[in-house]
């Protein structure tokens, strides 16, 4: 594209929802097309207000029906009249580079409601750039006024973590039948999650993975362990004030924000098995069929609405956006070492510690004078 042509690229259109022009901007994005800024750029001034999205991010192990429960997630959330887009984290295929498209195919049922957008994304064998591919995408349909809009990745992993980064809640899926549960619980980084769904619900085992998960949580909370959900229990103990845990409520919550920590463990110890402490939300569902899908978003939308309620969705927001800032950085000054000069120096500097004639940190210095870098490693 031109820049003349780029100039007069239509951004009321994405701002309207025209899948057409959201897809060319999001092939910009994840093609890293520097021209791409200036769209994201006069989206940004056209809006107003903080976007009404709602992101829910969705992870996993391979193989726990994270695909057919998005696609059931979307058909709810369209009962419920919302618009609803759709980033679909693929593997690469190894022919073309571009995205397999596994999760398109199985959402085809959508294609004709022009109130859902599905695009898959590809890993292409890295992920250096694929979180910022994700976030700007985001904005991209945050732009075109989507209600919700669905990160799903590719796995569990770190590189998962920091994609959904740019969530505001996020299910962790676990199926029951993947060799040691408690093993495949810590793959899926537990500290996460928002809303933890134990799919496949009708296979055996499906119990014991909900109660494994619900121990290793309690545990978490009595051991006073950070959590993704603790600033959000803690916000929400402090609006309930003083008044003591509601004994009639479902799941008894103890207001860890009148309690030091050490009296917040007694509290807890004395409940035995916890039956009571207020942990998140650890559901069952059986995708294929539907079981257990309008709980969950029932769920959803009760965390989104906790999230404005305690003001944690602007908190969360701005953490990601510095996070996202740091990361742009950090690749941008990595993609300086590969300039010609940088690059003569770094190789210098490695042969000269690697034969002892210089200290790793004097190497260290040296190379971040050069780059104009100030660092407090010294």
């Known amino acids: 594209m031109s820049n003349s042509n780029f100039s007069a690229f239509p951004v009321d259109k994405i701002r309207s929802g025209d899948a057409r022009y959201i897809a060319r901007l999001i092939s910009m994005v994840e093609n890293e097309s520097p021209e791409r800024i200036a769209v994201l750029q006069a989206l940004h001034s056209k809006t107003t207000s903080r976007s009404k999205a709602h992101v829910v991010g969705i992870t996993g192990p391979p193989g726990s029906g994270k695909s057919t429960l998005t696609d059931k997630i979307v058909l709810e959330l369209r009962a419920l ?46 992920l250096g750039g694929l979180s910022q591919a994700v976030a700007e995408s985001v904005r991209v349909l945050a732009s075109a006024e989507f209600d919700t809009i669905i990160v799903e990745t ?9 994609i959904v980064r740019c969530a505001d809640t996020i299910l962790l899926v676990s199926v029951p ?15 996460i999650g928002d809303i ?10 499906a119990e014991r993975v909900v109660r494994e998960i619900r121990a290793m949580l309690e545990t978490a909370v009595t051991n006073g362990s950070e959590t993704r ?35 917040f463990h007694h509290i807890a110890a004395q409940k035995g098995a916890h039956p009571n402490l207020e942990i998140p939300p650890v ?21 989104a609405d906790d999230l404005e309620t305690t003001g944690v969705k602007l908190s969360r927001r701005k953490e990601n956006i510095a996070w996202e800032l740091k990361s742009v950085l950090s690749r941008q000054m990595l993609k300086g070492l590969e300039k010609s000069e940088a690059s003569s120096l770094l190789s210098d500097l490695a042969k000269s510690v690697v034969e002892t004639k210089t200290d790793f940190y004097d190497a260290l210095e040296r190379l971040a004078k050069t780059m104009k870098i100030e660092t407090n490693i010294l």
């Open 283 to 303: 559901l069952t569902t059986v995708a294929e069929t539907g079981d257990g899908v309008r709980e969950l978003v029932r769920e959803i939308q009760n965390h």
């Open 154 to 162: 590719v796995g569990v992993g770190q590189s998962e973590v920091d």
């Open 196 to 205: 933890f769904v134990v799919n496949k619900a009708d296979k055996d085992g």
């Open 229 to 263: 959900f603790s600033e959000l229990f803690t916000m929400r103990a402090q609006l309930r004030g003083n008044a003591a845990p509601d004994e009639t409520e479902n799941h008894q919550t103890v207001d860890r924000a009148n309690f030091d920590q050490g009296a």
């Open 177 to 191: 039948g993947l060799g040691d549960d408690i093993q495949t619980i810590k793959a899926g980084v537990m500290e």
């Open 81 to 126: 009249d919302k618009k609803v887009a759709v980033l679909a984290v693929d593997p690469s295929s190894p022919f073309s580079g571009g995205a397999i498209l596994g999760d398109r195919i199985r959402m085809q049922r959508h294609a004709a409601d022009e109130n859902v957008y599905i695009r898959s994304l590809a890993t292409r064998g890295h």
